[in-house]
């Protein structure tokens, strides 16, 4: 069985431009969260969707960060504009109702 | 607010010596707790978690936790580690319910010398 995978695995862009990660949970997963480590921080929680529904976006930090998750399936969290603090590894994880969270490889972000 | 401290950033151990990595959580009911590793490159791997039922849980690669409610800590350990032990250990506590989000500590840099 396939885990969760991410795309791209890193990314660089320039401060301003937009930047669209997106991950696949494990088949079958209607959790989907996603989570952010800014270089020497701790890891906290952005968001989560259950099935196509946000159940908590509580850790969004502003409304230049949107997420989707279009027919309950994959997910895209979009950065637009970028800033240079947007930088970090950004996590994707799923997870069954009764389960633990499964978690991707994560998507590195550099913003210049 | 739930937390969790890990108060050690960095530790180095030998090969074959025993470890024990810190977790104290806040958190106002029964937490559900995990641990996580990440090896260099790679992903979050889920260690072993505590829902329910015996406080002394095991999980892969070796590694036992602990909840211990009264002292309010999850410590991860295992009798000996291995060079390919060598990665960052993550604790976290989720929330009311199996599905809830996680709060993870600062991470725990384990080195493990030859």
Known sequence: EAGVTQFPS?????????????CDPISGHDNLYWYRRVMGKEIKFLLHFVKESKQDESGMPNNRFLAERTGGTYSTLKVQP????????????????????????????LVL | AQSVTQPDIHITVSEGASLELRCNYSYGATPYLFWYVQSP??????LLKYFSGDTL????????????????????????????????????VGGWSTASKLT????????VTL
Request: aromatic share 12%.
């Open chain 2, 104 to 111: 993870f500590g600062t991470g725990t840099r384990l080195q």
């Open chain 1, 82 to 109: 970028a800033e240079l603090e947007d930088s970090g590894v950004y996590f994707c994880a799923s997870s069954q109702d009764t389960g633990s969270q499964y978690f991707g490889p994560g998507t590195r972000l």
């Open chain 2, 41 to 46: 490159g790679q992903g979050l791997q889920l």
């Open chain 1, 10 to 22: 890193h990314s660089v862009i320039e401060k301003g431009q937009t930047v669209t990660l997106r």
């Open chain 2, 57 to 92: 849980v095991q999980g892969i690669k070796g590694f036992e936790a602990e909840f211990k409610r009264s002292q309010s800590s999850f410590n991860l350990r295992k009798p000996s580690v291995h060079w390919s032990d060598a990665a960052e250990y993550f604790c976290a």
